[in-house]
């Protein structure tokens, strides 16, 4: 590796920097990479501000891996560093996001630098004069200009969109909003929100608790009282201890009889941990242990330990099928049979920290296979609500994105896409809702059907709200 005169990284034959996998008679092995320049791996996007932590994403535009372990960045001082942990390495093509905001603040007017081990040593930069909005991404990756674009830490930009993607219309149902709750019931933190029929609603609080719903007779919804549930039951992990923070709920077609499924991004305060966890909901206890968990914190991009899974919906085998839906895995149409026992459907999940969603398929066996990757175009997900009767994608943000919500349906290409984005109904404040419900169309009466949404801040006492939206 040297240096030209003008000061860029140039090609060299230079010792590999990293270590390579290698397919051999069918062993993965490790191999000696082939000579890698510095300048192959490039700072892919940096995020400011918003529900993100402040993070630099780096890429690998070359041909062969680079081990970055102890590569540093740093903003625009050199007083303080983020040093990549030992073990680190970026495969061609490989996304790796980096959450700075513990070592150093990017600010409105600032810059992101990427320096070899020892700090000295420039490889990459970019400086900027206005906060993230809510990504500075380079199009096209590795190699193009930074722009404004959706936040897509840990995958390809989104280059086809810019300041966030498609501009929201007008919300499709009526523009009256109602509290849809008894006051100061639920308290704050009340998160994920699930209907199962017309009859129970499933709400995850972050406290580590699970809330079933019943009517109230005033439109609105009410703590059961029977087998345990007037206060919440508390969430433990499959070993029965633990704090889930409890931030995303959802069911299968088998309703709570094949278990209640609750999304969480840490135990307690804790380090992130990752994890769909199912919960039998037919006891009596005021307590429940998950049944099984499956942990995607490895899996998933590194985000803050306050911004991970905030949101779980579960779509049926079926309808993706039907719709076309291409498994990201092998590149060629989804086939539920090839992963044995699980749900019968796929798991979408949303990643708070950088405002994508990620399809799993959960397998009974605790097995786990990723199938899709969707950037949303915002700068959070905080819901997910799969709309069979129109068989829609809801992805919802919150008060940072001021209440928008968008609709993903499988395109042309078997991929999920935008097909539409709404601002909040007008007769809603701009509030911190982290828990969006859609009626079935058993209860359509005159073109129009009930949503809910769960406000995180319990703003005037109350945390649940209903609206509608036409069928």
């Not at 135990?267 to 919960?279: A, F, K, T």
């Not at 899974?309 to 719709?323: F, G």
Request: contains cysteine; hydrophobic residues 40%.
């Amino acid at each position: 590796m040297t240096v030209s005169p003008a000061g860029r990284w140039r090609r060299s034959l230079a010792p590999s920097l990293a270590a390579a996998t290698a397919l051999v008679a069918g062993v993965l092995t490790v191999a000696p990479a082939q000579a890698a320049p510095a300048d192959d791996i490039r700072i892919n996007e940096v995020v400011t501000t918003g529900s993100v932590n402040d993070s630099i994403e780096l890429y690998n535009k070359g041909t062969a891996a680079v081990d970055v372990s102890g590569w540093v960045l740093k903003d625009d001082s050199s007083s303080s560093a983020y040093t990549i942990a030992s073990g680190t390495t970026l495969v061609p093509g490989a996304f790796r996001a980096f959450d700075v905001s513990g070592s150093f603040g990017l600010g409105s007017s600032d810059k992101a630098r990427l320096y070899l081990p020892g700090g000295s040593t420039l490889v990459d930069s970019f400086t900027w004069t206005s906060h993230s909005n809510p990504s500075w991404s380079r199009c096209a990756d590795g190699t193009g200009a930074f722009k404004s674009a959706a936040v897509t830490l840990g995958s390809a930009n989104a280059c086809g969109t810019s300041g966030g993607g498609t501009t929201p219309v007008a919300w499709p149902g009526g523009s009256t909003v109602a509290t849809a709750d008894g006051s100061n019931v639920f308290g704050s933190d009340l998160s994920g929100l699930a209907l199962e029929g017309s009859g129970v609603l499933w709400g995850a609080q972050n406290s580590g608790k699970l809330w079933r719903m019943v009517p109230n007779g005033s439109g609105g919804w009410k703590p059961d009282t029977a087998n345990g549930w007037t206060s919440g039951k508390t969430l433990r992990f499959t070993n029965g201890s633990g704090a889930p923070d409890a931030e995303g709920v959802t069911l299968t077609s088998a309703g709570a009889a094949g278990g209640v499924f609750v999304s969480s991004e840490r135990d307690g305060s804790g380090s992130s941990r990752l994890s769909v966890l199912r919960y039998d909901v037919s006891g009596t206890s005021t307590s429940l242990t998950a049944t099984k968990e499956w942990n995607l914190t490895a899996d998933l991009p590194s985000v803050g330990s306050n911004a991970g899974l905030e949101a779980v919906t579960w779509v049926p085998d079926s309808a993706l099928t039907a719709a076309g839906f291409k498994d990201a895995s092998t590149g060629a149409a989804y086939d539920p049979a090839g992963y044995g026992a699980h749900s019968g459907g796929v798991f979408f999940v949303g990643l708070e920290g950088n405002g994508s969603v990620y399809g799993y398929v959960l397998q009974d066996s605790g097995a786990f296979k990723k199938v899709a990757t969707v950037a949303s175009g915002m700068a959070g997900v905080m819901d997910l609500e799969w709309e069979p009767q129109a068989n829609r994608l809801w992805v919802v943000c919150d008060d940072t994105c001021n209440g928008q919500h968008r609709t993903f349906t499988v395109n042309a290409s078997g991929a999920f896409a935008v097909a539409a984005a709404y601002n909040r109904p007008t007769g809603m404040a701009n509030l911190n809702n982290e828990g969006f419900a859609v009626a079935g169309a058993a209860e359509c009466v005159g073109g129009s059907k009930p949503v809910y949404w769960s406000d995180d801040a319990n703003t005037g006492g109350h945390a649940i709200r209903k609206g509608s939206i036409s069928c």
